[in-house]
């Protein structure tokens, strides 16, 4: 049975290895929202007087879950659109190269918009990527960008002890697929598994420095599996090698007797025939030579 490894390059991979995306792809990986992290103050200015009027700034909720990147973008464009008292419409989208997310007030929105991340009631300026510094005069076609990139991979790997979001992948189509707490890619792969106690230990996770050790205990064992299979494969080779190098040389042995000529035995056999056959010539020329009247006489 054949077995085939793949992987693929990522934009950050410059070398075009892919044991990036094998080891650790941090745009796939999840981020939990929860009532701490979940909120954004805006300021929608409304009556266009650059005025905090009343009802002007309001709370934006993002729905708590677990989600990744380009998931979270959307749930932060529908907590926007659901805060909103003006007719303003927003997209959010996350740039996988610089890893940040951007804020974009949709072309035709009327009214200017201030993204308050220095309020205290701004709890998720961190899982986004931004600073505690408000940015305002958000006008239609404008956007924020966050300030800091981002790498949930990173975040997934500080949950100390927390081991209840492990899983166990098998799909590459999955999202999660090369997640850093992907079993089967940890337990599969050597490399996925050093990683995982590299970065273990640098956390001082001791949960996890023990689930590294499970991983490369069941990797070394598939290993050793795999030598065994392959030396009881080479012993097989070997001895079909030995069988057809004794099958060649019975084959050359054999056509040696057939063929090949003993000089002496057959100058001699030749000599033979070819004195049987002066023989025969003088007899004939003897008898051809007889007419009637010799027998006659």
Do not use: C
């Not at 929105?109 to 899982?127: E, P, Q």
């Amino acid at each position: 049975r054949q077995e085939e490894l793949r992987v693929t390059a990522t934009s950050d991979d410059a070398a075009g290895t892919g044991l990036h995306a094998l080891v650790y792809m941090a745009d796939n990986d999840t981020i939990t929202v929860s009532s701490s992290n979940n909120q954004i103050r805006i300021w929608e200015d409304i009556n266009n007087d650059t005025i905090q009027d009343a009802g002007e700034v309001a709370t934006a909720t993002i729905s708590t879950g677990t989600y990744t990147a380009d998931q979270l973008a959307g749930a932060v464009k529908a907590a926007l659109e659901g805060t909103t008292a003006s007719t303003n419409t927003y997209t959010v989208a996350y740039d996988s190269t610089n890893k940040k997310f951007k804020i974009i007030s949709d072309n035709g929105n009327a009214n200017d918009l201030a993204l308050l991340w220095s309020d205290s009631n701004t709890t998720a300026a961190t899982v986004l990527g931004f600073d505690a510094t408000d940015t305002t005069g958000i006008t239609d076609n404008d956007y924020d960008t966050s300030d800091n990139a981002l790498s949930y991979g990173v975040q997934n790997q500080t949950l100390g002890t927390d081991i209840a979001n492990y899983n166990y992948i098998t799909n590459p189509s999955n999202d999660n697929y090369y997640s850093f707490n992907n079993n089967y890619l940890n337990e599969t792969n050597i490399l996925r598994a050093l990683n995982f106690l590299k970065v273990s230990l640098e956390n001082n996770d001791a949960g996890r420095v023990e689930k590294a050790i499970d991983y490369l205990t069941k990797t070394s064992d598939r290993l050793f599996q795999i030598q065994a299979d392959v030396g009881s494969r080479m012993s097989k080779l070997e001895t079909e090698e030995t069988y057809q190098v004794d099958r060649e040389f019975e084959i050359t042995t054999y056509m040696s007797n057939e063929q090949d000529t003993d000089i002496a035995k057959a100058i001699t056999e030749m000599t033979q025939r070819e004195t049987a056959l002066e023989g025969l010539r003088t007899l004939s020329s003897d008898v051809l030579r007889t007419s009637l009247f010799d027998f006659i006489r």
